[in-house]
């Protein structure tokens, strides 16, 4: 098994990052005028790297599926953003962000990676800031912080439940002023389908114009991968319907490894499942942990009273509620991290306690917040007796001012009101830890193709902490990737344009071209979506909260089945040369039917349990994960197959060198 | 449910469109308005006909990709949502729906209920940002301190989704909500001072540009936001355009 050259530079922890931007290459502006640079979708990533670059005097091509850069999923992330600012004074540092980002993974990330990011975390606050990016602030106009879950400090900034949506708009205005200089061209309602090499370097991309149909070349001297995650694999989750591997599978096929794919994370606070007709699920942002509290009722028969809908959740007393996650876990109580929050709740709904009528659902409960919130309010208002109804109106306002369109958003869906009756949740796919492998400068295996933010495996370990993914695709596209890539890019000042003519691109868009007619030539006996959903059914009963050896060989073997099933019988109506969804998504879910097998593969090896990949062969007796430091402690990076079975495994061994590795425990 | 569905058929951009009738039955009150579509369309694929396109990604009311005119009203009859917050249960059994892209000028068809806003983006690209450099040696946050009221008033321009709701529903096909509500989030911050006057000067040119027509203070916008985004904003760019047009 060859070794994966992770390119970490020598010297003490603090020093790594400094060092290394002392000692690489750089590129003069003058020559940066003759390099061009692809970046694959404009999410938090790839829209503030394309803007860092095309501000650095790079040529920057950028591309996503949706009509402008703005729609990119990273619009959607609701809670915040971490910072290790300590504006809270409450013994926050680099280092215990850091320390709370690796043990929170599970002791599986690099350390020398996450220490950068926890280092440029600070960075990224004050870049948003002067962009004009309107954060939560409190009556003295300085910055407003809340926490998330599995830390102790307060370092999450925060635009109500909108964070996503102002980081984005800024990195997306950041990458406006660089379009009306002419330095950024965008091809927006455009699919990356294939990377091309040339010389064993990325040198291109081949896309399709999703309006006219058309297929391109396009040439640079170096490509970026920020196409986001991969959890619609599960066809159920709470990505955009669009998100997908599409943009990273290619160039996994081309040469690229892919790391972890079985580490995903399973959020713990989402709408639960009304149907068979139900094409998304929502998220219900894990800041509502800061003031809901998760509970099922203590007595089966209530449970069942409940779900029969004879009995009210607000009718039960408090002596007969189960506040399990504060019972576990003294200590983080309801902030536990994601992943035991997650699986904690599934133990209480397969046991019975579950309080909607499939018995999936757990209740997150705001009455004290409102409660507690109000009585403050009351005396900062010079009401020092007030009512019940006094206190819970001043209470629900606070509530209302933090959370109030995420209430919106739950009572449009599920009809119900949270401010008056408990919020029904539960878990959900939502994000991918694992993604491409990427060294220290965030370059794949393939010389020249770089993957920032979610498609990138890099800093999550086995599990994310919450309002880390913002974190880090800013770190990523803003301060990490602009510096590294130069240190590449700085050999090709002499190469001049890349050619599109040559025998690579013209057999990249053959291998295209070959790949959609076969795509819409099935038999036409299932659509699209029949085989996304059955594969999303195989990876949630198999590959999802809790997995086994016996579950992950069926299926491997399944999902094995029903892509050949897919390629011969698949219907793909309208045509090639125009708009067509159908067959957008048909090349996408093509994808998802090899990665799923590789993800039941990945988790099939990993005889461990450890952050989002629980095996149910390895636990402790009180059901908590158990991990194997000694045979496990790597990162798996995969080396593509045809058959994603035989795909051949190469491992990075995992040094902690600044921090003790212990057994996570949150009690 | 059974509903009768009118929607709005048309190939590419130069094809002639027209509306379309369909039945379909089997729909429950908890799915949404496109997972309604999906029905109907799961139902055309297995009849050998061509699915209805219409722009969605993120469900979910924030990416602002959802685009119908429902009934005669951009993103139906609910308020404060989008398209694709919008549940059935708003809609009753043997009811008929009509379904249109949104219309506009400056927003092409480009096929079905697919319209081009890439007009929106230009605007942005005009100005809708502070000239600061992405490469990270600003000043530290906490430095410009932003009074509160000034900073959820901001935030509340910013919400903006950018869907176009407030261009269909104007008679005129007005921009100046959607143009406005990011003129007001920079003009209500310290850090959107320095560049003010180009900034609503070349927004407000490119809105010209694209030919979306004039405001004349109908508020049909207002009302039909799915983000609630306020007439106040086109009020706070008037003074800002004037107070530029008199200093420059
Ligand atoms: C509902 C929700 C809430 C969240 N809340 C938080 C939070 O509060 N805090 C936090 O830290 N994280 C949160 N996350 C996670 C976080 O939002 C994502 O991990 C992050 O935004 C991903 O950013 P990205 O730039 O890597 O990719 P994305 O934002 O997913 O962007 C992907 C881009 O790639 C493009 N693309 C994809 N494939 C192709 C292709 N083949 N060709 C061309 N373009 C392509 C897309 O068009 C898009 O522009 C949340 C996630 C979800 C789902
Ligand atoms: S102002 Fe409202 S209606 Fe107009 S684009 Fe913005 S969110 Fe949509
Ligand atoms: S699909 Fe994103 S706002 Fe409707």
Known sequence: MSELKSNIPEGPLKDKWTKHKNDINLVNPANKRNIDVIVVGTGLAGGSAAATLAELGYNVK???????????????????INAAKNYQGDGDSNYRLFYDTVKGGDYRSREANVYRLAEVSANIIDQCVAQGVPFAREYGGLLDNRS???????RTFYAKGQTGQQLLLGAYSAMNRQINRGKIEAFNRHEMLDLVLVDGKARGIIARDLVTGEIERHSAHAVVLASGGYGNVFFLSTNAMGSNVMAAWRAHRRGAYFANPCYTQIHPTCIPVSGDHQSKLTLMSESLRNDGRIWVPKKKEDAEAIRAGKLKPTDLKEEDRDYYLERRYPAFGNLVPRDVASRAAKERCDAGFGVNKTGEAVYLDFKSAIMRYGKEEALIHGNHNPSDKEIYDYGKKVVENKYGNLFQMYEKIVDEDPYTTPMMIYPAVHYTMGGLWVDYNLQTTIPGCYAAGEANFSDHGANRLGASALMQGLADGYFVLPYTIGDYLSKDIRTGKIPTDSPEFDQAEKDVRDRMTKLMN????HSVDYYHKKLGKIMWNKCGMARNAKELQEAMDEIAELRADFWENVKVPGSLDSKNAELEKAGRVADFLELGELFAKDALTRNESCGGHFREEYQTPEGEALRDDENFSFVSAWEYNDNPREAKLHKEQLTFENIEVKTRSYK | MKLTLKIWRQENAKAKGAMKTYQIDGIEGDMSFLEMLDVLNEDLINKGEVPVEFDHDCREGICGSCSLQINGEPHGPDRLVTTCQLHMRKFNDGDTITIEPFRATAFPVITDLIVDRTAFDRIQQAGGYISVNTSGNTIDANSIPVNKHDADD?????????????????KNASAMLFTSAKVSQYALLPQGQVEAVERVENMVRQMDLEGFGNCTNTGACEIECPKGISLENIARMNREYLSATTKG
Not at chain 1, 522 to 525: A, E, N, R, Y
Not at chain 2, 154 to 160: D, G, L, R
């Open chain 2, 154 to 170: 901001a935030f509340s321009a910013a919400t903006c989704i950018g869907c176009g709701a407030c261009v269909a529903a104007c």
């Open chain 1, 62 to 80: 950028t591309f996503c599926y949706q009509d402008s850069p703005r729609r990119a999923h990273s619009i959607a992330a609701q809670g915040g």
């Open chain 1, 148 to 154: 998330f879950g599995g830390v102790l400090v307060s």
């Open chain 1, 522 to 525: 099935g038999s036409g006996k």
